[in-house]
T-cell receptor, first 112, second 114 residues
């Protein structure tokens, strides 16, 4: 059983397109996150949801919109994709009880 | 704001050598500290953590001690293996109530050779 699963694993698309990445966790965690890892491996938080409520929204362009239909799912929709959006996007979840952060395996997005 | 500074890589060691990867932090609150490992082509895995001062996290032969006086959380291993080759990230999290976020260092690539 995969604890945090995200799809797709790879995504290649043209500039200007709209795409979505899906994430699901089966750990019963209350909080879910999206992180972006750039080409130099630097990881930075984008969003955090707690029980479907947006808690953290870092300085991310409005083209990025997270959606959490329930506390086990956090999807990321990206409009009008740009070359600079190319990165690996990681979903994660955590438990407030023990700081048990768990990451998905990542989605490598390539915009051409 | 919160930040994590870790030593620049890459670090290249021979098998069975001693490993130290330095990590220091600044935080507005009382953070928990983590080391994550990313093997080639894979996601992030929690390696170890410590939630309060003087705690020692350990896993798979790696260990790190939470030093509040020096704001450090250095990663050590007594004898590295080729299979330890990966990128290692130091991170902190401060609980602000309903959510906390991980703030990562820039990562240190470790290459272990025979």
């Amino acid at each position: 059983d995969t604890a945090v699963s995200q799809t797709p694993k790879y995504l290649v698309t043209q500039m200007g397109n709209d795409k979505s990445i899906k994430c699901e966790q089966n750990l019963g965690h209350d909080t879910m996150y999206w992180y972006k890892q750039d080409s130099k491996k630097f990881l930075k938080i984008m969003f955090s949801y707690n029980n479907k409520e947006l808690i953290i929204n870092e300085t991310v362009p409005n083209r990025f919109s997270p959606k959490s239909p329930d506390k086990a799912h956090l999807n990321l929709h990206i409009n009008s994709l740009e070359l600079g959006d190319s990165a690996v996007y990681f979903c994660a979840s955590s438990s407030e009880r023990d700081y048990g952060y768990t990451f998905g395996s990542g989605t490598r997005l390539t915009v051409v | 704001g919160d930040s994590v500074t870790q030593m620049e890589g890459p670090v290249t060691l021979s098998e069975e050598a001693f490993l130290t990867i330095n990590c220091t932090y600044t935080a507005t609150g009382y953070p928990s500290l983590f080391w994550y490992v990313q093997y080639p082509g894979e996601g992030l895995q929690l390696l170890l953590k410590a939630t309060k001062a003087d705690d020692k996290g350990s896993n798979k032969g790696f260990e790190a001690t939470y030093r509040k006086e020096t704001t450090s959380f250095h990663l050590e291993k007594g004898s590295v293996q080729v299979s330890d080759s990966a990128v290692y990230f130091c991170a902190l999290a401060v609980n602000t109530g309903t959510a906390s976020k991980l703030t990562f260092g820039t990562g240190t690539r470790l290459q272990v050779t025979l």
